[in-house]
């Protein structure tokens, strides 16, 4: 366990009366190794600033929103093993030991705490060891005032024995910097841009407080004689504080009183400095102003995407890298040796497929002439279960027309053609089929042409008669008919 650090309780409001000479002073400090001011200032910002509350909440949100897992290091069976065994041990983490451990956080915790990073540059961690290293307790957040930069650019631990502060023991501290500005940890953070601009909100807040005093309430004006004065002013002066909290005064009949208005006198230029300080505020830590309320920009209308993509993606890998090295790195050299591969913390931080513009693809790919293959990538990338509607042209017939998959479509051919042609086509199809040599291919196929294969045309020739016949009848009754037409319109003229 680390010692006690200096004290336990914050007992100074470095933000009140925050002057831009007060953020100049802590800056220098800083830039000189002398963090604790500055790490103060981070701490009561977002107190006292909503839009920095906000922003700041929303990107720790998008990177803890993110779903993450552990894999091993590499192929190898040791490897596999160790990353199940740590994670074992991490999801055994976290609860109330009392005595001298105390309450300590899961490792599902472990991501917030080092989030603490983004003002001020660097976070840091104690790692609570059960005996021999085989596992965790759990870990303890570590306020980023307790530590110095005075003697290198290294961190140092102040304690209360130590001032100065000890270098922090290898295995029993997670580090984590944002280096924003260089390695430099103390220049790292979101902290300076957003003191300066917390510091103009501030004063504009206040000058547009004044302004709503002196032009958005009436001012009452009670105008007397000397004599009135003395003998009803203070009777007057009650009535006026009676009026609540608007303005007013006691003046003599010679006293003249003019109120200068000033040229903007709606008050639109304070709301137009605040609101411009406000998206920068939200630009700085964010990186864009679009809101889930403002879908123009690239958040696309999703709460979470209000953070850039690209830095959601650095904040990922950066708290990756750093538990990699100063937690597992570590627990794998304790319990598997340095030959095993360190099991590896992956966080999915990358941006959901856009399914609209892949439908979008899709149907101007069909209006090409393409469709996809296999309708289950399809269903697997947009998260449903899909299949493939029955084209309209192929719907079924009515029940009386519909023929079934084993029913084979009526022939045309009559009985005799089939009787007569019919052993000769079966000839042919067997002879396709085989694998004859050539001299007993052309025996065969000679044999067909022939026509010695061929069956009885008797019944072939007595279809073709009687096929004859109906068509010479039809042809006369049809001839019959038209003589008959004729005849007719003939006669009707002859009558005339």
């Not at 998008?62 to 990353?83: F, H, N, T, V, Y």
């Not at 493939?388 to 192929?394: E, F, G």
């Not at 029940?399 to 479509?409: A, F, M, R, V």
């Not at 022939?411 to 002879?431: K, Q």
Request: with cysteine.
């Amino acid at each position: 366990m680390i010692p006690d650090p200096v004290s336990d309780r914050e007992a100074l409001d470095v933000s009140r009366r925050l002057t831009p000479v007060a953020i100049d002073r802590i800056m220098v400090a800083a830039n000189g190794g002398d963090v604790e001011d500055l790490c103060r200032l981070c701490r009561e910002l977002p107190e006292k600033s909503h839009d920095v509350a906000h922003a700041l909440r929303v990107r720790r949100n998008a990177l803890l929103g993110c779903k993450w897992e552990i894999m091993p290091g590499d192929s190898q069976p040791r490897a596999k093993m160790a990353a199940e065994a740590l994670k074992t041990a991490l999801d055994n983490t976290g609860g109330d030991y009392g005595g001298e451990i105390g309450r300590l956080e899961s490792f599902r915790r472990l991501p917030r705490l080092l989030s603490d990073a983004l003002l001020p540059g660097f976070a840091a961690a104690e790692i609570v060891w059960k005996p021999g290293g085989v596992g965790f307790y759990g870990f303890r957040a570590v306020e980023q005032r307790f530590f110095t930069f005075a003697k290198s650019f290294s961190p140092r631990l102040r304690l209360r024995e130590n001032w100065n502060g000890v270098e922090l023991p290898h295995g029993k501290i997670i580090f984590h910097t944002m280096d924003e500005n260089g390695p430099d940890p103390v220049r790292g953070g979101l902290i300076r841009p957003l003191a300066w601009l917390h510091c103009f909100s501030n004063l504009t807040l206040k000058d547009l407080l004044s302004f709503v005093e002196r032009y958005g309430m009436p001012f009452v004006v009670a105008k007397i004689d000397d004599k009135a004065r003395d003998k009803e002013g203070n009777l007057i002066n009650s009535l006026i504080r009676n009026f609540g909290p608007n303005g007013g005064g006691i003046f003599s009949l010679n006293t003249e009183l003019e109120l200068l208005q000033a040229a903007n006198n709606t008050g639109d230029v304070y709301f137009r400095l605040l609101e411009y300080v406000g998206d920068a505020v939200t630009k700085v830590i964010l990186g864009q102003t679009a809101s889930s309320g403002d879908s123009s920009g690239l958040s696309k209308g999703d709460a979470q995407s209000e953070v850039r993509q690209d830095i959601l993606d650095a904040d990922a890998r950066s708290l990756e890298d750093t538990i990699n090295r100063d937690l597992f790195a570590v627990w794998t050299h304790y319990n598997y040796g340095p030959d095993v591969a360190a099991p590896q913390l992956v966080i999915q931080s990358e941006a959901g497929e856009d399914t609209a513009a892949l439908a979008a693809m899709i149907k101007t790919l069909y209006e090409s002439g393409l469709q996809v293959a296999d309708p289950a990538e399809i269903s697997e990338r947009f998260g449903l279960t899909l299949e493939r509607r029955p084209d309209p042209a192929a719907a079924p017939q009515p029940e009386n027309l519909q023929l079934s998959e084993k029913t084979e479509p009526a022939s045309t051919t009559s009985p005799g053609v089939r009787a007569w042609f019919g052993p000769a086509a079966e000839e042919l199809a067997e002879l396709v089929n085989s694998d004859l040599p050539a001299e007993e291919f052309e025996r065969r196929l000679k044999a067909v042409c022939s026509g010695e294969k061929f069956g009885s045309s008797d019944e072939a020739e007595r279809e073709m008669a009687e096929a004859a016949y109906d068509a010479l009848a039809a042809g006369a009754v049809a001839a019959d008919r038209r003589l008959a037409k004729k005849g007719g319109k003939h006669g009707l003229r002859g009558g005339k």
